[in-house]
């Protein structure tokens, strides 16, 4: 089996929980998608919103890397590969740098031993011409680090700015502090960083603030969230398989003793799968008469929510909320299912057994009034933004996370997530990649800190077993027929970016108390009702204002 | 013959127990013991036990079956945790030792009657009881050019205005006439403290090191916000947060190996490993720490 986590994979990118959170947000959470998009705003009652509408975005033109095992599609299934490619074409002539960049990320793996001690990092810094001076975060308390060193004033040159950490008053602050690069990357200006063309226009909204680009965006996987199962466990009941919520309670009932929890313990993301069998929208309604609804002001939300906190009340759900990560409880059998971050996710029990391939949920009709669907995820998890600088240096960091960006199979996303040949990875006999014993320490914390600052778009590749990249695209394939994207995908709400994060906080909590049994729905309808005072009514009202003619009404049953 | 209903002159608490009060006491403590030492058990139990056994019991086990020390072979595999525990016992002495430097000295000092100005010192040390906040401590650290290295996790916990005011409690208690003898004799302030304030604070200086040493040993935050390169300088409770709250850490990728040993096994390994090397101290300071809480608290 493999031992590198490499950027197709979103837990190299990102949080599990974090991921989760940004995917969870595209669903049933209460802090809509388009908040995350807009990502901070100026604050100011006008905004940018109409700017940001109006801005170009960077001129998208496919890579040409190498050619997969599995062709994606236009609808969004992504490519596949099979095997790692054989040859690995450079994108870039000259290495980037001439000089140290400093950046600010974070890791999502333990942290690598430092940049003296580390003989990959060392190899990276020849291969892009000048040492890449990483201060690492660790996650939690990335938003900490992020605040101390703003507030210190002596930042470096990159940092990485995440969507969904609480970072407050983000437009004020890129204004403040970082540089526009809209008359580097808008437009046909992109295509001289062609890395950076090769990201989609759908990944550079993340980075547009006040009608600005202020960086590059870190694609993750368009999809959303996916449950995925043991099978040793599921198939004691007949499989993974449902007809109706009845039968799911009905076998998850059967395999829970008070030993085994048929469903892992973070309910929020339960519920989001189980809320797609009940019908529930992506984030927002599209009414007939061009009004919307917020998904947990929906009839199908309450019932979903309803029929979680019977689950719970069952004794089906993992009794400890904390639990980070509940894979290696799935991979055991004390836990019959987990949620995913996109269709990977049967892939993710093997780091635990490699024996052990996932079965993943479809969302299937809860009742036979229900219309299932799919909720598409957010699709990136933040951008870069550069410091205020002359414009060789801005120039030169271009460079460099272009080069950082390069495609799957390219030279440079070979140095990147595997490093030197020989030194860092050897082929194995079915011609994927495996990591030398130094490579096992030293890649993993920095690969996870790059990936997260800077990406290409992603792939579908599990390292040593390709029959997991086959299911998860022909899973792809599945969830897109019932795909729903979030109508609001792309809009800006001035409030939603201002309040939207902070006003949806007791909503989240009473979501979770009434969950675990302790509040009701009465008191989630009054937590809704607060919401829209707060603010809420706003968002809509904005969103609805500039709701385009082009996004359909949401079918419903 | 008249009963003798005299009662006894004797206070109630030198009677003799009745057999019920005794047995209820016994029971009441055996409980007690037992409700600590049995979650203590579980820890040490599961974090040897085998996968088949926890499974079997359902998550956690009382006694190993057949014990396995692959857990704690897991986690000490790398080079993060030898490293890290090294840091962490040189934070935790180097800084337990400077910050009982710091608070003997200012306490004795503004116990003494004699000191200059010392009701603005008093009040500036009782700000340090509010904490300054994350950036300007932040900004004060990088002034002072202690990002990444190891004393940006002593000094700023070298002295604690809490303990201040519990070993200052305590000196006031010492009789004056005991300090101004030897004064008279011609000690000074600094042999006064060494010979005379000291010996007879051995109750105090423990029960405070024994907290300065367990909140240097727990500590992590500082070492989030000033450690920014030298990932090397991470002490241990970094990294076991780290591997507690991101249990993809201890994915067989990382860890070298083909499969990982249960997730129970080894987070009670890693409740082991931060808990054992300052659990150790206790002994050895026991029968001070009752003695130096209650007189720091109610003398004043």
């Known amino acids: 089996m493999s031992r590198f986590q490499t950027t197709p994979r979103p837990t190299a990118g990102v949080s599990r929980r974090g991921f989760l959170t940004i995917a969870g947000a595209a669903g049933l959470g209460a802090t809509a998608l388009g908040g995350l998009t807009g990502c901070g705003g100026s604050g100011g009652s006008s905004g940018g919103a109409a700017e940001s509408a109006n801005l170009t975005l960077p001129t998208y033109q496919e890579a040409t890397g190498a050619a997969p095992d599995l062709a994606g599609t236009a609808e969004g299934v992504q490519p596949g590969y099979l095997t790692f490619p054989q040859d690995f074409a450079a994108t870039t002539t000259t290495p980037p740098l001439t000089q140290t960049a400093t950046g600010l990320t974070e890791t999502f793996a333990t942290p690598p031993p430092a940049m003296s001690q580390n003989p990959f990092w060392q190899r990276l810094n020849t291969a892009v011409g000048g040492d890449l001076d990483l201060i690492i975060g660790t996650d939690p308390g990335y938003p900490e680090k992020f605040a101390t060193i703003l507030a210190s004033d002596d930042l470096p040159d990159m940092m990485w700015i995440p969507p969904n950490q609480g970072i407050p008053n983000v437009g004020q602050m890129l204004e403040a502090k970082f540089a526009d690069l809209t008359s580097a990357l808008s437009g046909d200006a992109v295509l001289e960083y062609p890395n950076l063309a090769a990201l989609k226009p759908s990944s550079w909204q993340t980075a547009v603030v006040n009608g600005k680009i202020w960086g590059a965006p870190i694609p993750s996987t368009p999809f959303g969230q996916v449950m995925c199962g043991n099978p040793r466990v599921w198939d004691k009941v007949g499989g993974f398989t449902f007809t109706d919520m009845e039968d799911l309670f009905d076998k998850a009932s059967e395999i829970s003793d008070g030993n085994t929890f048929a469903f892992e313990p973070a309910v929020v993301n339960v519920l989001n799968v189980i809320g797609q069998c009940f019908g529930v929208p992506n984030a927002w309604r599209v009414n007939a008469d061009r009004t919307l609804t917020r998904a947990n002001e929906t009839d199908e939300y309450k019932a979903a929510l309803e029929f979680v906190a019977r689950l719970w009340a069952a004794g089906l759900i993992y009794e400890d909320l904390t639990l980070a990560n509940p894979q290696p409880l799935v991979a055991q059998g004390t836990v019959g299912a987990y949620v995913s971050v996109g269709p990977i996710g049967v892939n993710q029990l093997r780091e635990y057994d490699p024996e052990l391939q996932a079965v993943p949920l479809v969302p299937f009709a809860a009742t036979s009034d229900s219309r299932a669907s799919y909720n598409m995820g957010y699709g990136t998890v933040g951008f870069t933004a550069f410091k205020q600088a002359d414009q060789g240096k801005i120039d030169e960091l271009l460079a460099l996370v272009n080069w950082l960006s390069a495609p799957f199979g390219s030279a440079e996303y070979v140095q990147k997530q595997f490093g030197a040949e020989g030194e860092d990875w050897t082929r194995d006999s079915a011609g994927d990649i495996q990591p030398t014993e130094s490579a096992k320490t030293n890649v993993p914390g920095l690969v996870s800190a790059l990936n997260i600052m800077t990406s290409c778009e992603t792939v579908l590749y599990t390292p040593g077993y390709g029959d997991d990249t086959t299911a998860a695209h022909e899973l792809e394939g599945r969830l897109l027929k019932q795909a729903m994207y979030s109508p609001v995908r792309g809009l800006y709400s001035d409030t939603n970016t201002k309040d939207g994060a902070s006003i949806a906080v007791p909503v989240s909590d009473t979501v979770v108390d009434v969950i675990t049994g302790r509040s009701t729905i009465a008191d989630f309808e009054a937590a809704i009702e607060r919401y829209n005072k707060d603010g809420g009514d706003k968002i809509r009202e904005e969103f609805e204002a500039i709701l385009p003619d082009d996004v359909p009404v949401t079918p419903t049953a | 013959m008249a009963r003798d209903v005299t009662p006894s002159t004797r206070p109630v608490w030198k009677e003799k127990p009745s057999a019920v009060l005794s047995s209820t006491k016994a029971v009441v403590v055996a409980l007690t013991t037992a409700a600590i030492l049995i979650p203590m058990l579980v820890v040490i139990s599961t974090s040897l036990a085998s996968e088949d056994q926890i499974l079997e019991s359902g998550g956690y086990v009382l006694f190993p079956t057949h014990p396995t020390l692959e857990a704690y072979r897991v ?63 932040f900004l004060m650290v990088r002034q002072l050019n202690l990002l990444d290295t190891v004393w940006s996790l002593i000094l700023p916990g070298a002295i604690s205005a809490f303990n201040f005011v519990v070993m200052r409690s305590f000196f006031m208690s010492i009789p004056r006439e005991l300090l101004e003898a030897a004064q008279i004799d011609g000690a000074s302030d600094f042999y006064v403290l060494w010979r005379i304030v000291l010996p007879l604070s051995k109750a105090v200086v423990a029960v405070v090191g024994l907290f300065y040493a367990v909140g240097f040993w727990n500590a992590f935050f500082n070492a989030l916000l000033y450690i920014q390169r030298r990932t090397d300088l991470y002490p241990i409770q970094v990294i076991l947060r780290s591997y507690v709250i991101r249990g993809d850490s201890l994915t067989a990728d990382q860890l070298g190996v083909s499969q990982v040993p249960p997730p129970q096994s080894l987070q009670m390994a890693i409740v082991m490993v931060a808990l054992v090397p300052i659990l150790l101290v206790y002994p050895f300071l026991q029968r001070h720490f009752t003695k130096g809480v209650i007189t720091g608290a109610v003398k004043g």
């Open chain 2, 75 to 137: 986690l000490f595999r790398g080079p993060f945790m030898i490293q890290a525990i090294g840091v962490s016992a040189f934070v935790t002495a180097v800084g337990t030792a400077l910050a009982l430097f710091t608070t003997v000295t200012m306490a004795y000092a503004l116990s003494r009657p004699v000191l200059f100005g010392r009701p603005v010192l008093f009040g500036v040390l009782f700000t340090l009881l509010f904490a300054p906040g994350l950036i300007p401590m």
